[in-house]
């Protein structure tokens, strides 16, 4: 929190953070000067002879006191409001440069995460919160915190800041003005100022769990929201949709109840502030009438201690309802400073490992791929090595869930080797800069995305190519004719993704291999490509990666179908074999045991 | 009827807390002004004790506000949900490029219903109150008659200025709705596919497409904040001039002798007590509008004709016809997405009781989409669709490919899909499926959570949990069709052939009708279907 405070108060020009006090100040200031003309002029009135410009004086003091208490409150509120969004902007600039990692198996990450940042396991809290949050930030977590969560914090600038400033400097200039005018009521309102302040922080303690538990029920009744209204298809499949309608009345019911009996607390809390401000106000109340009945207080000054009482009261008042929404912001901080340390810590585990000594490719290695080989180290066990020199196409195959997709990955970067060595050239993979591998390494996911941008952004993705090279790579991938049919539309220009034109399977995973191929990489992963695919579609696909890769590139494809099998120039089997996978990837054991052990045609590689 | 009842309270208790603090202000200052008299100290106790009650009162009341006040929008909230989860089940899967996908249509529907809460809590249980409060104000004002009428009015007066005022300025507010979904929606793309992007270096593109995407979130912002601090200053100088033109008109009363200076003392803080209640009223009216102006709600009625044609009842079954004989009959069907291509187009096939066929085509020829109609998600344009075999709801077990699996156990996954089947039941589908083996090796076994649409499943082992409920479900309830679409997908081809005649072993009388790619799979069925 203080953090986070700090953080927003270097955003703030200097000049703002003056003015923001000055008209703090001068709205208080106005306040009581209002005040005092409203008095004067009432007590005018009890005058047996009224003065007309006396009253007229006393009238334009209140006219204008009040206006620039208007605007200087209005300017208060414009500069806060300022400050909130530059500070919102900021937090998402921030999370923006957060990237998490890709979608991998979720407790493999975690267990990688937990290594990364030296975590034992016990001090996961929760390790089933733990993944859940972990699948969370998969999905749709940027956008739940950018979003959310941060504007989250825009409450604190609109209820906390304000009152905190009005409380500073209200409270002491005006008990200063009561013991001035009247030691008495000054001192009733010292006495009574701070008895609600203790009293909110001591049943703050006890909602402040209550706080937290309400926040974490919110969120879980979003999540059980959403995922019915996700899964409305599957249920509308099964028939389940009446049993559906009923759990979702029940969630509904349960997180009103529990809410009530949360904000119950709340509302106590509220009750009993109030009911000291109220009262207080009576004392005073009574206490001037008794004393202006008395003869010992003039009209006048008791008149204008009672017009001053309310506003003095006001930021005690609303104290509670501003507790509340500081609770609310730690919680979003906290979840933001959460969301922060995960990212930071998974791009340092996967991207930046490969800032590594060879800055540049040495001259020996040839981008285009000629002589280019990739070896495949076994980690500790060391006694394998499968060599894949320029032009080979060799297939990943195995079972469902024996980890083609997690090998591909490993080889592209997205997650961490854990004990694999990948040699190009020579060159180890992982300890290659970044910048250099994603040059070299081209690779298509089982299920590439189509951006909500033009096709010409689709395809370069940041980089820099011209139209010549994007039009090649399109006929490459055999999204010829279907470009030249987007004339119409723009040509490059077309929009694809949501809200554009919609891409079929097939295309899809075309336009994911002409990404890939773009920026002539030596080395072209291929996850699942050909998956829905006619044989004959299949056929012509291999065709034309056989005949881009020419003699230099390696072309490795992850798949089961047979006929890429059959066409492959080498075979890697991915099998369960126990003992090696404990000694390289811990965690996957238990996910992806598979008890059969499939045997292909070729040479059975070793096990990776 | 216990909401409205409810609803009612809340709104009685918060005028009658606003009054009472009216009223303790007002007697405080009757009290002091009639104590500058020096009249009887008798005289002042009832002002005393009244000072007394209404603090205590008010306390009271607005705790008792609050409480059914929250209570009525949960209850709200909760009946617009429900309306909502409904609309839902009537409208997907979505049919029509609409130029609007899922994830953002759920997320606009989410903002509404919050809205909708919202709307009562916060926007019209406080303009309703202090609109009383204005009406018995110039009630109370027009009785004393030592006012001139302008003045008596003066109360009703400002709360129009004010709610006008409001109105006006939050017109504005709208636009900034749209960049917010904009800047979401961006969001939501590229996280989507970050993977490409770490892998050909399109970080710092994306980057800068947020960037970009939040600063104009950022001007949209300040721009709001800029109209917003202008109605407020606005609205707080509409209130300043009433009270000091008040001030005058008492000041003249009282010259003239009309009325005395206790009652002028009282009125003045009264006045000034109801219209401090007057600035709250911008920010209900923040409330009140988004809601109101139907933005959202017309849009999901809109949205309701356009997509009238999908299916008029939850349940719908396509437009079919019983007929003697046990069987499947499509005829001539076709279905258009957009009204310009159409997949599937005139297809015609026919499926005895006990028949099973593959269905093959290429690559975005409508084999889903058959799917669907065969389910009666969705009504084709031309054709007719008969036969028993889809006539009342239990009979066709199905899955299809981009099924959402919910974050659950697997056990729980069964139970919620198909709880007439039991575990015996749920493991011998899960050993049909072939997953037998990989459940029972976990440590979990069935409690083995499957993470947010089934994350934690290789793409083979989700699609053969699929199938696995597919066939738990026609095993539960003897389901005579089965549709698969694509189960073996992601597997290699011993499993899936395993796989594929433990299916026509175990449903050897069933019909089934099965999307694939595999000519494999297509060799093991005698009858072909070609779209």
């Given at each position: 929190m203080k953090k986070f405070l700090r953080f927003c108060y270097n955003q703030i020009p200097v000049r703002e953070r003056a003015a923001t006090l000055v008209a703090a100040?001068?709205?208080?200031?106005?306040?009581?000067?209002?005040?005092?003309?409203?008095?004067?002029?009432?007590?005018?009135?009890?005058?047996?002879?009224?003065l007309a410009d006396a009253g007229w004086r006393y009238l334009l003091l209140l006219a204008a006191a009040l206006a620039v208490q208007a605007v200087c409150g209005a300017l208060g509120r414009y500069l806060l409001s300022g400050i909130s969004e530059r500070v919102r902007l900021s937090c998402r600039k921030r999370l923006h440069r957060l990237n998490w990692l890709s979608r991998g198996q979720g407790r493999q990450r975690q267990d990688m995460l937990n290594r990364g940042q030296g975590l034992q396991k016990q001090d996961m809290p929760n390790k089933e919160q733990g993944m859940q949050r972990q699948?969370?930030?998969?999905?749709?977590?940027?956008?739940?915190?950018?979003?959310?969560?941060?504007?989250?914090?825009?409450?604190?600038?609109?209820?906390?800041?304000?009152?905190?400033?009005?409380?500073?400097i209200r409270l002491p200039l005006f008990l200063a003005v009561f013991l001035y005018l009247d030691a008495v009521s000054g001192l009733i309102a010292f006495v009574t100022m701070p008895v609600a302040p203790v009293m909110l922080y001591l049943l703050g303690r006890l909602a402040a769990g209550a706080s937290a538990e309400q926040w974490d029920r919110q969120s879980e009744l979003n999540r059980g929201f959403y995922e019915l209204m996700q899964g409305v298809v599957t249920l509308k499949l099964f028939r389940r949709t009446a049993a559906a309608l009923r759990e979702m009345e029940d969630l509904a019911r349960h997180h009103s109840e529990s809410s009530l009996r949360v904000l119950r607390i709340a509302f106590l809390s509220a009750f009993a502030v109030e009911l000291l401000t109220t009262l207080s106000i009576a004392v005073l109340a009574v206490g001037i009438g008794l004393r202006v009945l008395a003869g010992s207080l003039d009209f006048a000054t008791g008149f204008l201690v009672l017009l001053l009482a309310p506003e003095f009261f006001m930021p005690v008042r609303s104290a509670g309802m501003a507790f509340h929404v500081l609770m609310n912001t730690r919680a979003a901080l906290q979840e933001l400073a959460e969301a922060e340390k995960i990212g930071t810590a998974a791009l340092a585990l996967a991207g930046a490992e490969g800032s590594g000594t060879a800055s540049e490719m040495p001259a020996g290695a040839d981008r285009s791929g000629t002589g280019s080989k990739m070896l495949a180290g076994a980690g500790e066990s060391g006694n394998h090595a499968l060599e894949l020199p320029g032009g080979t196409f060799a297939v990943v195959t195995g079972s469902s869930g024996a980890g083609k997709t997690t090998l591909l990955r490993r080889m592209a970067g997205l997650l961490p080797p854990a004990g694999w060595q990948f040699l190009l050239a020579g060159y180890d993979l992982g300890a290659l800069p970044e910048g250099t591998r994603q040059k070299i390494i081209g690779y298509v996911p089982q299920e590439p995305h189509v951006y909500a941008a033009s096709l010409r952004d689709n395809l370069l993705l940041g980089r820099d190519f011209p139209d010549g090279e994007l039009v090649r790579v399109l006929e490459l991938a055999g999204l010829g004719s279907w470009y030249r049919r987007q004339a119409a539309a723009g040509g490059m220009e077309a929009k694809l993704g949501d809200g554009g034109i919609s891409l079929s399977n097939g295309q899809r995973h075309r336009l994911g291999m002409a990404r890939a191929m773009l920026g002539s990489p030596s080395v072209l992963l291929l996850d699942e490509v050909t998956a829905g695919l006619e044989p004959h579609e299949e056929g012509e696909l291999l065709d034309m990666l056989r005949q881009w890769q020419g003699s230099g590139r390696v072309v490795v494809l992850a798949t089961h179908r047979q006929q890429a099998v059959s066409r492959a120039d080498r075979v890697i089997a991915v099998e369960a074999e126990p003992e090696i996978e404990k000694v390289e990837i811990e965690a996957e054991i238990e996910i992806e045991i598979e008890s059969e052990s499939g045997k292909v045609e070729g040479e059975v590689g070793p096990c990776l | 009827?216990?909401?409205?009842?409810?609803?009612l309270a809340a709104f009685c208790l918060s005028l009658l807390s606003s009054l009472s603090s009216i009223a303790l202000l007002g007697l405080?200052?009757?009290?002091?002004?009639?104590?500058?008299?020096?009249?009887?100290?008798?005289?002042?106790?009832?002002?005393?004790?009244?000072?007394?009650?209404?603090g205590i009162l008010r306390a009271l009341l607005r705790y008792g506000e609050r409480y059914t006040g929250h209570a009525a929008a949960f209850a709200l909230s909760a009946r617009?949900?429900?309306?909502l989860f409904i609309y839902l089940l009537r409208l997907l899967p979505l049919s029509h490029s609409s130029g609007e996908n899922q994830g953002s249509l759920l997320h606009r529907l989410n903002r509404a219903a919050e809205e909708w809460r919202s709307f009562y809590l916060r926007g019209v249980t406080p303009m309703l109150v202090s609109l009383m409060l204005a009406m018995l104000a110039a009630a109370v004002l027009c009785g004393m008659g030592s006012l001139s009428p302008l003045c008596s009015w003066l109360p009703a007066w400002c709360w129009l200025a004010v709610a006008g005022t409001a109105w006006l300025g939050e017109r504005k507010q709208l636009a900034l709705t749209?960049?917010?979904?904009?800047?979401?929606?961006?969001?939501?793309?590229?996280?989507s596919g970050r993977e490409e992007l770490f892998t050909t270096g399109g970080r710092a593109w994306a980057e800068a497409q947020l960037d970009g995407a939040a600063h104009s979130l950022w001007l949209a912002g300040r721009r709001q904040g800029r109209c917003r601090s202008l109605t407020e200053l606005a609205i707080r100088l509409m209130l300043v001039l009433p009270f000091c033109l008040l001030m005058a008109e008492l000041w003249e009363s009282c010259s003239l002798g009309r009325m005395s200076f206790v009652?002028?003392?009282?009125?003045?803080?009264?006045?000034?007590?109801?219209?401090?209640?007057?600035?709250?009223?911008?920010?209900?009216?923040?409330?009140?509008?988004?809601?109101?102006?139907?933005?959202n709600s017309s849009q999901i009625s809109e949205n309701n004709s356009q997509f009238e044609k999908n299916s008029s009842q939850i349940w719908a079954e396509s437009s079919i016809m019983n007929s003697n004989k046990v069987c499947l009959k499509a005829d001539r069907i076709s279905f258009s997405y957009d009204g310009v291509h159409r997949v599937p187009d005139s297809v015609s096939f026919e499926l005895m009781a006990g028949e099973k066929a593959a269905v093959l085509g290429d690559s975005g020829s409508g084999k889903t989409t058959l799917f669907y109609l065969l389910l009666g998600l969705w009504q084709p344009d031309r054709g007719t669709l008969q036969g028993s075999l889809l006539a009342e709801g239990g009979t066709v077990s199905a899955i299809t490919q981009n099924v959402y699996v919910f974050d659950t156990t697997i056990g729980e996954l069964f139970r919620r899909l198909c709880p007439e089947g039991s575990e015996a039941v749920v493991w011998q589908s899960l050993e049909l499926a072939c997953l037998?083996?990989?459940?029972?090796?976990?440590?979990?076994?069935l409690g083995y959570r499957l993470g947010q649409d089934g994350c934690r499943l290789s793409g083979g082992q989700r699609q053969r949990l699929l199938v696995a409920l597919a066939a738990a479900r026609a095993l539960s309830t003897g389901s005579r069709l089965l549709l698969l679409d694509e189960p073996t997908c992601g597997l290699d081809r011993r499993t899936g052939e395993r796989l594929l005649a433990g299916l026509l072993a175990a449903f050897a009388g069933r019909a089934m009708l099965v999307i694939t790619h595999d000519e494999y799979v297509a060799e093991m069925f005698k009858k072909k279907i070609h779209l």
């Amino acid at each position: 929190m203080k953090k986070f405070l700090r953080f927003c108060y270097n955003q703030i020009p200097v000049r703002e953070r003056a003015a923001t006090l000055v008209a703090a100040l001068f709205e208080n200031g106005c306040i009581l000067l209002a005040a005092y003309a409203a008095a004067m002029l009432i007590d005018g009135m009890a005058g047996e002879r009224m003065l007309a410009d006396a009253g007229w004086r006393y009238l334009l003091l209140l006219a204008a006191a009040l206006a620039v208490q208007a605007v200087c409150g209005a300017l208060g509120r414009y500069l806060l409001s300022g400050i909130s969004e530059r500070v919102r902007l900021s937090c998402r600039k921030r999370l923006h440069r957060l990237n998490w990692l890709s979608r991998g198996q979720g407790r493999q990450r975690q267990d990688m995460l937990n290594r990364g940042q030296g975590l034992q396991k016990q001090d996961m809290p929760n390790k089933e919160q733990g993944m859940q949050r972990q699948d969370m930030l998969d999905n749709a977590g940027l956008a739940a915190y950018c979003c959310q969560h941060v504007d989250a914090l825009d409450e604190f600038f609109q209820k906390v800041v304000p009152l905190v400033l009005a409380g500073l400097i209200r409270l002491p200039l005006f008990l200063a003005v009561f013991l001035y005018l009247d030691a008495v009521s000054g001192l009733i309102a010292f006495v009574t100022m701070p008895v609600a302040p203790v009293m909110l922080y001591l049943l703050g303690r006890l909602a402040a769990g209550a706080s937290a538990e309400q926040w974490d029920r919110q969120s879980e009744l979003n999540r059980g929201f959403y995922e019915l209204m996700q899964g409305v298809v599957t249920l509308k499949l099964f028939r389940r949709t009446a049993a559906a309608l009923r759990e979702m009345e029940d969630l509904a019911r349960h997180h009103s109840e529990s809410s009530l009996r949360v904000l119950r607390i709340a509302f106590l809390s509220a009750f009993a502030v109030e009911l000291l401000t109220t009262l207080s106000i009576a004392v005073l109340a009574v206490g001037i009438g008794l004393r202006v009945l008395a003869g010992s207080l003039d009209f006048a000054t008791g008149f204008l201690v009672l017009l001053l009482a309310p506003e003095f009261f006001m930021p005690v008042r609303s104290a509670g309802m501003a507790f509340h929404v500081l609770m609310n912001t730690r919680a979003a901080l906290q979840e933001l400073a959460e969301a922060e340390k995960i990212g930071t810590a998974a791009l340092a585990l996967a991207g930046a490992e490969g800032s590594g000594t060879a800055s540049e490719m040495p001259a020996g290695a040839d981008r285009s791929g000629t002589g280019s080989k990739m070896l495949a180290g076994a980690g500790e066990s060391g006694n394998h090595a499968l060599e894949l020199p320029g032009g080979t196409f060799a297939v990943v195959t195995g079972s469902s869930g024996a980890g083609k997709t997690t090998l591909l990955r490993r080889m592209a970067g997205l997650l961490p080797p854990a004990g694999w060595q990948f040699l190009l050239a020579g060159y180890d993979l992982g300890a290659l800069p970044e910048g250099t591998r994603q040059k070299i390494i081209g690779y298509v996911p089982q299920e590439p995305h189509v951006y909500a941008a033009s096709l010409r952004d689709n395809l370069l993705l940041g980089r820099d190519f011209p139209d010549g090279e994007l039009v090649r790579v399109l006929e490459l991938a055999g999204l010829g004719s279907w470009y030249r049919r987007q004339a119409a539309a723009g040509g490059m220009e077309a929009k694809l993704g949501d809200g554009g034109i919609s891409l079929s399977n097939g295309q899809r995973h075309r336009l994911g291999m002409a990404r890939a191929m773009l920026g002539s990489p030596s080395v072209l992963l291929l996850d699942e490509v050909t998956a829905g695919l006619e044989p004959h579609e299949e056929g012509e696909l291999l065709d034309m990666l056989r005949q881009w890769q020419g003699s230099g590139r390696v072309v490795v494809l992850a798949t089961h179908r047979q006929q890429a099998v059959s066409r492959a120039d080498r075979v890697i089997a991915v099998e369960a074999e126990p003992e090696i996978e404990k000694v390289e990837i811990e965690a996957e054991i238990e996910i992806e045991i598979e008890s059969e052990s499939g045997k292909v045609e070729g040479e059975v590689g070793p096990c990776l | 009827m216990l909401m409205r009842c409810m609803q009612l309270a809340a709104f009685c208790l918060s005028l009658l807390s606003s009054l009472s603090s009216i009223a303790l202000l007002g007697l405080s200052a009757y009290l002091i002004a009639a104590a500058s008299l020096q009249p009887e100290l008798y005289t002042l106790a009832l002002p005393i004790t009244g000072v007394r009650a209404f603090g205590i009162l008010r306390a009271l009341l607005r705790y008792g506000e609050r409480y059914t006040g929250h209570a009525a929008a949960f209850a709200l909230s909760a009946r617009v949900s429900r309306r909502l989860f409904i609309y839902l089940l009537r409208l997907l899967p979505l049919s029509h490029s609409s130029g609007e996908n899922q994830g953002s249509l759920l997320h606009r529907l989410n903002r509404a219903a919050e809205e909708w809460r919202s709307f009562y809590l916060r926007g019209v249980t406080p303009m309703l109150v202090s609109l009383m409060l204005a009406m018995l104000a110039a009630a109370v004002l027009c009785g004393m008659g030592s006012l001139s009428p302008l003045c008596s009015w003066l109360p009703a007066w400002c709360w129009l200025a004010v709610a006008g005022t409001a109105w006006l300025g939050e017109r504005k507010q709208l636009a900034l709705t749209a960049e917010y979904s904009a800047y979401r929606h961006r969001l939501l793309d590229l996280q989507s596919g970050r993977e490409e992007l770490f892998t050909t270096g399109g970080r710092a593109w994306a980057e800068a497409q947020l960037d970009g995407a939040a600063h104009s979130l950022w001007l949209a912002g300040r721009r709001q904040g800029r109209c917003r601090s202008l109605t407020e200053l606005a609205i707080r100088l509409m209130l300043v001039l009433p009270f000091c033109l008040l001030m005058a008109e008492l000041w003249e009363s009282c010259s003239l002798g009309r009325m005395s200076f206790v009652e002028a003392a009282v009125l003045a803080v009264s006045v000034q007590a109801i219209l401090g209640e007057f600035a709250g009223l911008a920010e209900a009216v923040r409330h009140v509008l988004p809601a109101l102006s139907g933005a959202n709600s017309s849009q999901i009625s809109e949205n309701n004709s356009q997509f009238e044609k999908n299916s008029s009842q939850i349940w719908a079954e396509s437009s079919i016809m019983n007929s003697n004989k046990v069987c499947l009959k499509a005829d001539r069907i076709s279905f258009s997405y957009d009204g310009v291509h159409r997949v599937p187009d005139s297809v015609s096939f026919e499926l005895m009781a006990g028949e099973k066929a593959a269905v093959l085509g290429d690559s975005g020829s409508g084999k889903t989409t058959l799917f669907y109609l065969l389910l009666g998600l969705w009504q084709p344009d031309r054709g007719t669709l008969q036969g028993s075999l889809l006539a009342e709801g239990g009979t066709v077990s199905a899955i299809t490919q981009n099924v959402y699996v919910f974050d659950t156990t697997i056990g729980e996954l069964f139970r919620r899909l198909c709880p007439e089947g039991s575990e015996a039941v749920v493991w011998q589908s899960l050993e049909l499926a072939c997953l037998g083996d990989f459940v029972r090796s976990c440590p979990d076994g069935l409690g083995y959570r499957l993470g947010q649409d089934g994350c934690r499943l290789s793409g083979g082992q989700r699609q053969r949990l699929l199938v696995a409920l597919a066939a738990a479900r026609a095993l539960s309830t003897g389901s005579r069709l089965l549709l698969l679409d694509e189960p073996t997908c992601g597997l290699d081809r011993r499993t899936g052939e395993r796989l594929l005649a433990g299916l026509l072993a175990a449903f050897a009388g069933r019909a089934m009708l099965v999307i694939t790619h595999d000519e494999y799979v297509a060799e093991m069925f005698k009858k072909k279907i070609h779209l």
